[in-house]
Nanobody
Framework: VQLQASGGGLVQPGGSLRLSCVGSGLTLDGYGIGWFRQAPGKMREGVACISRGGDNTYYEESAEGRFTISRDRVKNTVYLQMNSLKTEDTSVYYC????????????????WGQGTQVTVSS
């Protein structure tokens, strides 16, 4: 059972990135999926999540209107489209899978990807 996060990189302020979370050994549609980020010396914080089996989504306040979380059931992948990126979005981004209700609570997640670095800088 494995989650693989990818798609990070270096982008200028105002730019866009799309992160991908691919499931291996688990069908992501059976799990609530969350995207979190963790900067050095800080706690892991939730950015966006999508409900198990459905398409209900929830966003952290600073991500609302800029980020979009979505599923591709055929590809067993959950995406995080990030637009209008800001320097404060710089962090390592992780995807997590939970068997309970998707939320912004990291401790509720059972599986984690390895993280992908997002750097927003001019």
């Amino acid at each position: 059972v494995q989650l693989q996060a990818s798609g990070g990189g270096l982008v200028q302020p105002g730019g866009s990135l799309r992160l991908s979370c691919v499931g291996s050994g688990l069908t992501l549609d059976g799990y609530g999926i969350g995207w979190f980020r963790q900067a050095p010396g800080k706690m892991r914080e939730g950015v966006a999540c999508i409900s198990r089996g459905g398409d209900n989504t929830y966003y952290e306040e600073s991500a609302e209107g800029r980020f979009t979380i979505s599923r591709d059931r055929v590809k067993n992948t959950v995406y995080l489209q990030m637009n209008s990126l800001k320097t404060e979005d710089t962090s390592v981004y992780y995807c997590g899978a939970t068997t309970v209700v998707a939320s912004m609570v990291a401790s509720a997640y059972d599986y984690w990807g390895q993280g992908t670095q997002v750097t927003v800088s001019s």
